[in-house]
Structure formats: C-alpha cells, structure tokens
C-alpha cells in the first residue's frame, strides 16, 4: 500500500488552501501523523487519501473535482476556507468518501464538521509567555452587532486592555497580538463574520487565556455553535449578551486558572481525536 498523503488541490492554482490562515489545524494534525502534504494541479490515481479544497474559491466548480476525486478508491475531503458556504458540498458525489467542513452552517448538517483553530502563523510568532497583567483582553475589528455590543462594554471592565481596529488584520502584528493576548486572563471572543467560529478563540487558549464564546452570529441568530460542531459537552463559557461580561468576569477570574486549564485540557483532547478519528477514516 502506497503511503497515506494528504493532496492540496485546486482547480484555481494561485488559490491553494496552504497558503492560507485556516490551514493551521489540518497541517498540524498532518504534521503530528506523518502524512505528506503535496501541493497538486491534478490528483493522481491512488488507493486512498486526503483532499483539502478551499471551498469559496471553488465555488461552481464541483463537478470538476468530482472527475479529480474520482482518481482515489478512498477519500477523507476536507472543504476549507468557505465562511459563507458558497461551495455546494451536495454536488460531491464519490462511491467512497468522508466529508470534513470547516465553518460549517445548518446545512451540513449531515457532514463531519470541524473548528478552524489557530492560524498558520501562529508558531512564528509565540509570545514568551509574560505574567498575567490585565484580566480581560480584546483586540479586533468592530465590524457587526456582536463586537458593536462587546465595544460598548469593554471601556468599562477594570483591568482591561481594549485595541479595536478598523478591519481584519489591520491592528497589531501577530507578534504583538499574541504578546497582548498572554498577559491576559480572559480573551471575550465575538462571532466572526459570517458564523460563530473565530481564529481568537483557539488563538486565546493557546495563549493560556480563558475565551469567552459567543451564542449569537453576526446576524443576530442564536445557536450553540460549539456544541452543534463538537456534538458533546465541553467547559466552554458562553454568552448570548455581552453586556453581562461586567458581571461575569469577577467569577471568572476567581475561578482562574483552573477555569483555563480545563478549556485548554478540552482542546488538547479535540486536537488528538480529530488526527484520530480522519487517520482511522482514510484507512476504512
């Protein structure tokens, strides 16, 4: 049996799911398996393997894939990088195949469902790790009504350090948001733009910070967003109102670190079972 790779693809070359930030858990977890990354123009014919596709980018072209994916007896397909589901996963149609999404909606329901966890970067860019300073930490965009409402709250939170910038990107280096978020105890994490799931969510449990997860999307809907991806219990505080978070977080901060601990213990585990869970699907 030839060795399990994992093949980058995509029917537009200059957009590659490697290049981008929402790889990051995937290359790790391919990283921890010893499984080959390989950058593709054309899938290859072999017995089984991994397919990652930025899903926006496309968009339209399923059929195309199809006749790619077609090549491979066995497939674990990763749809990556579509937050506003604009690839038609129904139109994938293989004899022999899983399928991963990656910002998952309502409509995916019957697929596997995975977090987008940290950025590539994030590795390149670790803090050292400083002493808590503030107890609440929120940089980013104020872009919608969920971080409109955490705004209106944040200047009044003691012990607080608030950076909001203009758009994505457009704040601190990741250097220095990193080196920011690890002096902070608790990390508030508003929905992202389309869906509930944010980079600073996992980005703060790497930092040792406790994240605060939203309930409520962009659009005003509410939803366990975390439950409906893990579909079990976890230690994850979450709330539909921000303007509780001046009542909340003295609690929080009582319960530190054990609180942290025991989202970080919860990621850990996530991480080693989804590796396990898609090495065991390949090999099906």
């Known amino acids: 049996m030839n060795q399990i790779k994992a093949y980058i693809y995509s029917t537009n070359p200059l957009d590659s ?5 929402d790889y990051g858990l995937l290359k790790e977890t391919f990283e921890k398996h ?11 014919q072999t017995d089984r393997a991994f397919v990652i596709i930025p899903g926006q980018g496309n968009a339209g072209a399923e059929e195309k894939i199809n006749q ?15 937050e506003s ?11 022999n195949i899983s399928i991963w999404v990656q910002y ?12 987008i966890g940290v950025p590539q970067h994030l590795k390149q860019n670790l803090p050292r790790y400083p002493s808590k300073k503030y107890d609440v930490y929120f940089g980013g965009q104020i ?22 910038t203009a758009g994505f990107a457009q704040g601190d280096t990741p250097k220095d948001y990193y080196e920011n978020l690890s002096t902070a105890r608790i990390a508030p994490c508003p929905a992202g733009a389309q869906v509930v799931d944010t980079f600073r969510f996992f980005e703060a449990i790497e930092m040792l910070a406790l994240p605060i997860g939203d309930l409520i999307d962009s659009k005003g809907i509410e939803s366990d967003y975390f439950h409906y991806i893990y579909q079990a219990d976890t230690p994850i505080v ?7 978070l001046s009542g909340i977080v003295p609690e929080l901060i009582n319960q530190y670190p054990a609180n942290m601990h025991k989202v970080v213990c919860w990621w850990i585990k996530y ?13 099906e």
């Not at 998952?104 to 977090?115: E, M, S, W």
């Not at 969920?146 to 608030?162: F, T």
């Not at 979450?238 to 509780?244: F, G, I, L, S």
């Not at 991480?271 to 090999?283: A, P, T």
């Open 17 to 21: 799911a490697n290049g981008k930030w």
């Open 34 to 44: 010893k499984v080959e990354q390989v950058v593709v123009d054309s899938i290859p």
């Open 68 to 82: 790619q994916l077609s090549n491979i007896q066995r497939v674990v397909l990763f749809i990556t990088g579509d």
């Open 85 to 95: 589901a604009m690839f038609d996963v129904d139109r994938i149609k293989h004899p």
């Open 104 to 115: 998952p909606h309502q409509k995916h329901n019957k697929y596997n469902r995975f977090f």
């Open 143 to 164: 872009t919608h009504q969920r971080r409109k409402q955490l705004a209106e709250v944040m200047p009044s939170l003691q012990n607080a350090l608030y950076k909001p």
């Open 238 to 244: 979450k709330v539909k109102d921000w303007n509780t």
């Open 271 to 283: 991480k080693r079972d989804f590796g396990i869970k898609i090495m065991e699907q390949v090999n």
